[in-house]
């Protein structure tokens, strides 16, 4: 077989397997949001929706949801939890707890739920978003202070930052890559900002409309990117980084983590140059 047949079955291929990727895709989440509906089939949230995708975090969830504020200025907050597969007791708690839900049949990776939430989150009537993570790294009590930029009209998009605040971890590893990282994304899109890696943020929903998300799992470096380059404000609060409550980090061996993520940061710089 020549060079250029074998490039051809081999590009051929990559496509074959990313249409089949797509369209499990679109398959489970089309199913994650059916199920949001028969659970809630006249959901309202409130102008502030807290979102946490979580994956086998039964351990953690109650306790976070616990600590979420009921209100933050005046406005009411809504919860979504988005259970991303996983066989664990995560949906039952949630359900306990009051807060909306929504199930992924598989696992699909925390871009993909994510997207799920943001999409329910602008269908019933959210104007802010937070995220935050499943397993207590980030304080609840804390998100009237991520948002507080947003509701007085000075930012669109508000990231926590771990080394302006209090960072409780001692992996030197993530240390030294939060700087790295936070360098590099300044650097390909012209911020100032200490900590690009962190996934407790909090967003106008015009913003979320706007950006393009394409990540199944890495998906922070590619939210701001995104929203950089369509000219979005980003700000920064301090804030206080706690160790996982329990369990060990779903993202893979730091090194794998490492590699994966500067393939996203390049890939969307690529993408967003002329968005
Ligand atoms: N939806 C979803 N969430 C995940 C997945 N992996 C991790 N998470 C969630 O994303 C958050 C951050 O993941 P974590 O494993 O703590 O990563 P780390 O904090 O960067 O080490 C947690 O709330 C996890 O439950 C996944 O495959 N799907
Ligand atoms: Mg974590």
């Keep these: 077989m020549g060079l250029p047949v074998l490039l051809d079955s081999l590009t051929k291929g990559r496509r074959r397997q990313r249409r089949r990727s797509d369209d499990l895709r679109r398959l489970v989440t089309g199913l994650a949001r059916q199920d949001f509906n028969r659970r809630h089939p006249d959901a309202a949230f409130g102008p502030v929706v807290v979102l946490i995708a979580s994956y086998l975090e039964a351990d953690n969830i109650g306790d976070v949801l616990k600590a979420v504020p009921v209100e933050v200025d005046g406005l009411a907050v809504s919860t979504l939890v988005v259970v991303d597969g996983g066989d664990d007791a995560t949906e039952d708690i949630v359900a306990e707890r009051g807060a909306f839900c929504c199930v992924l ?21 959210a104007r802010y978003v937070v995220t935050l993570d499943a397993d207590g790294q980030n304080d609840p009590a804390e998100i009237p202070d991520i948002i507080a930029p947003l509701l007085a009209g000075d930012l669109d998009f508000v990231v926590a930052s771990r080394r ?22 300044n650097l390909l899109a012209h911020q100032h900002l200490t900590d690009t890696s962190n996934g407790f943020r909090g967003l106008r929903i015009e913003v979320l409309s706007d950006v393009v998300l394409e990540q199944d799992q890495y998906q922070t470096a590619e939210l ?3 929203a950089a380059a369509r000219g979005w404000r980003i700000g920064e609060r301090p ?37």
């Design 105 to 125: 049949p598989a696992n699909m990776g925390q871009g993909v739920a994510l997207r799920v939430g943001y999409t329910l989150a602008g269908a019933h009537g």
């Design 164 to 185: 302006l605040g209090i960072d409780h971890t001692s992996d030197r590893f993530r240390r030294t890559g939060v700087v790295l990282f936070a360098a590099v994304i």
């Design 224 to 226: 701001l990117i995104s």
């Design 239 to 275: 804030t206080v980084w706690h160790p996982r409550a329990s369990g060990e980090s779903k993202k893979g061996h730091n090194v794998f983590f490492g590699f994966q993520y500067a393939r996203v940061v390049f890939r969307t710089w690529l993408r967003e140059r002329h968005p």
